[in-house]
């Protein structure tokens, strides 16, 4: 397995940040996560803000990988696993656009390998997929407190069930 120097990111956006964050950044070959609001149309908002004031910002997570350890398609698969992608404005029990579900790509090369997996993620459901898939506006880091929240709060709320941490650590891309 070779790894590269060059690390690319990604940026998921998939209901609460904090149990998103804790998934992702246990799978092999993802090297950082932070959380933050993305895509909105205020500048810097505060959790606050993104709650009550209609900013537009999705609660979402950056993501840095290793592209010699693990594929942005395999990330994805695995992300699907833990959001209902028909839902709108709502994973678990957190309802509003904070709360969408989406995928934001810095990389122009990126949109082929997300549109495709969501060609492939249709086939399993009836209903339409729902995931926001657009290049990424802007993202602003989320207060120090949020940042590995379940790290800092095992006990805290997560819509994502510790099985899913579990799979999620042993998962190995196999096509790298």
Known sequence: MSTSNQYKEIYLAGGCFWGTEKYLSGIKGIVNTD??????NTENPSYEEVCRNNTGHAETVRVVYD????????????YYDVINPTS???QGGDIGSQYRTGIYYICEED???????IKELQKKYVKPIAIEVLPLRNYYLAEEYHQKYLDKNPNGYCHIGSDKFEKAKLAIDPSV
């Open 67 to 78: 592209p010699g350890i693990i594929r942005l398609s395999f990330i994805l698969d695995l």
């Open 111 to 117: 949109k082929e390998i997300i549109d495709n997996s």
């Open 88 to 90: 709108v404005n709502r």
């Open 35 to 40: 959380v933050g609001y993305a895509n909105g």
